[in-house]
């Protein structure tokens, strides 16, 4: 009896696995990332319906330009509602940004949830 009660756990395991999918900037209300890297902020933001802005340190992008990068980064980072901020600062490394300083990413999906994920490294 245990034996089945464990293959049927298998299974259903299987066939009933919790997933969760990369989001777009296209279903999401907001996207706004900040890192600090060798002592310089720089950040990315989206605000619904087609606003875009880049910051890097005292330098500010709007327009297409600015679209181009935040859709990059938000596809690279891969967000989801399950990611865990050492993932995402290990992707941040990977997207040119090594030596985080800080790390602070908060995203509101097509629902009007707010996500909210923050690394310092002073914390660690």
Sequence with gaps: MRKLTIITFTVYLCLFTIRAEASTLQNSFSFKCMVVSN??????????????????????????????????L???????EIARVEELVKK??????????????????ASGRLYTWVWDENDQ
């Design 39 to 72: 002592g310089i902020e720089h950040e990315w933001e989206f605000s619904s319906p087609n606003e875009f802005e880049v910051e890097n340190g005292n330098v500010v992008e709007k327009g297409e330009r600015a679209k181009k990068e935040v859709e990059a």
């Design 74 to 80: 938000f596809q690279h980072l891969e967000v989801t």
């Design 92 to 109: 941040m490394d990977s997207f040119g940004y090594q030596n985080a300083e800080r790390f602070e990413l908060k995203w509101m999906d």
